[in-house]
């Protein structure tokens, strides 16, 4: 916790030995506005576009704790560390502590990132995730197969301009931007999902245009007519496109509590009820 002023530069956390040295050489007047301050929770962000190391907790540890050296950071300030469920994230939060075991009062508490947790729980019971054995293989092969379609639709101007044909031959002026996930950020799966629905006529006509004699991907209509005499494999199945609806609805309680982890600031065990009532929306008998 710090505290934080008003300033020309945006709410900024100052400390009193800088406020005084302020109002000594008359800038204090300059930059902050008010001298009422709050009382808020201090965020600082690590760049680690700058850590050349390997990421291992030790590493990771010893570089937390010299940034807080340098921020002129006593250990005895710090109370707790907000991380995601990786190892070396849990561990370099146990290297900081035994480091500076001696030179603190107070015990620093370890918070789970919540979003990180219900993001790899939510990838175990989509199959998409390697964390573990694979728990539901099929439902991870339809979402595979989705995410490869519309990376090969997505990075192809051919491919791009021909689903711009058909949503033209439509007549429509706005539709959703159709876009491959990101496989390591939180949620993707569902979003991938999402953004397919809202585009599925467009995106089924285009994959079949595509895989035709005269298409971008005729090699792969050669293919698979000879070796299994339909397209099956080569194209989304209507019964795939089932699927990713149930998905969507099925997923969105955990999608919105993921965002909802994200979003908030400070979080008083808020996270539990919130929890609770995904749980209950999911354990409903959807289909």
Not at 3 to 26: E, P, R, W
Not at 236 to 254: C, D, K, N, T
């Amino acid at each position: 916790m710090a505290k934080h002023y008003n300033t020309k530069f945006g709410c900024l956390a100052i400390s009193d030995t800088t406020v005084k040295s302020m109002q000594k050489s008359c800038q204090a007047d300059e930059i902050i506005y008010s001298t009422a301050s709050e009382l808020r929770r201090l965020l600082i962000l690590g760049d680690f576009r700058k850590f050349d190391e390997p990421k291992t907790g030790e590493n990771i540890g010893k570089w937390i704790e010299t940034n807080h050296a340098d921020l002129y950071c006593e250990p005895g300030y710090v109370i707790s560390h907000v991380v995601d469920h990786a190892s070396n994230a849990i561990d370099f939060v146990e290297v900081f502590k035994w480091n500076t075991r001696k030179s603190r009062p107070q015990e620093v508490i370890t918070e789970g990132f919540m979003a990180h947790s219900t993001h790899t729980a939510a990838g175990l019971a989509s199959g998409t995730t390697d964390h573990a054995a694979n728990l539901n293989p099929q439902c991870g092969d339809h979402l595979t197969d989705l995410h490869d379609h519309l990376t090969i639709l997505t990075r192809s101007k051919p491919r791009r301009d021909e689903l711009a044909n058909v949503r033209k031959e439509e007549g429509r002026e706005k539709w959703n931007e159709v876009r491959a996930r990101i496989q390591t950020r939180w949620g993707s799966e569902h979003d991938e999902c999402s953004t397919s629905n809202q585009s599925q006529y467009g995106i089924d006509v285009t994959i079949k245009r595509n895989v035709s004699p005269t298409g971008p991907d005729r090699d792969k209509y050669r293919a698979h007519m000879k070796e299994h005499g339909n397209l099956d494999k080569a194209i989304i199945l209507q019964r795939s496109w089932e699927f990713f609806q149930q998905y969507e609805g099925a997923m969105q309680p955990v999608r919105d509590i993921i965002r909802w982890c994200q979003s908030a600031r400070v979080i008083f065990h808020e996270e539990l009820f919130e929890e609770r009532r995904m749980f209950e929306l999911i354990s409903s008998p959807y289909f």
